[in-house]
Nanobody, 118 residues
Framework: QAQLVESGGGLVQAGGSLRLSCVASGINFSNKAVGWYRQAPGKSRELVAT???????NYADSVKGRFTISRDNAKNTFYLQMNSLKLEDTAVYYC????????????WGQGTQVTVSS
């Protein structure tokens, strides 16, 4: 059974850092692009960052220079390092994975809450 499980969310003060992790099981992780999305209350889910299996990254403008996506294929895990967190980063964060040749994301995690306080 394919599964993505996030961890690492929590409450942090503005300016602080958090690292989210997403562990994949039941899928061939090495041929997947991976990504992070987020959804704030009352808003649509938005792309945060993506990373191909070849190492190409893409970031939302709002997080460029503050967030870093990375992966460890040996551990079937990918990460989102979030620095200089802002109040507007508060959201439920979801990890996702898909075959590199596909457009739609096939696998999703259950979401982890990130709350940034003032």
């Amino acid at each position: 059974q394919a599964q993505l499980v996030e961890s690492g969310g929590g409450l942090v003060q503005a300016g602080g850092s958090l690292r989210l992790s997403c562990v994949a099981s039941g899928i061939n992780f090495s041929n997947k692009a991976v990504g992070w999305y987020r959804q704030a209350p009352g808003k649509s889910r938005e792309l945060v960052a993506t990373l191909t299996n070849g190492g190409i990254t893409n970031y939302a403008d709002s997080v460029k220079g503050r967030f870093t996506i990375s992966r460890d294929n040996a551990k079937n895990t990918f990460y989102l390092q979030m620095n200089s967190l802002k109040l507007e980063d508060t959201a439920v964060y979801y990890c996702a994975a898909r075959l590199i040749i596909r457009v739609t994301w096939e696998y999703w995690g259950q979401g982890t809450q990130v709350t940034v306080s003032s």
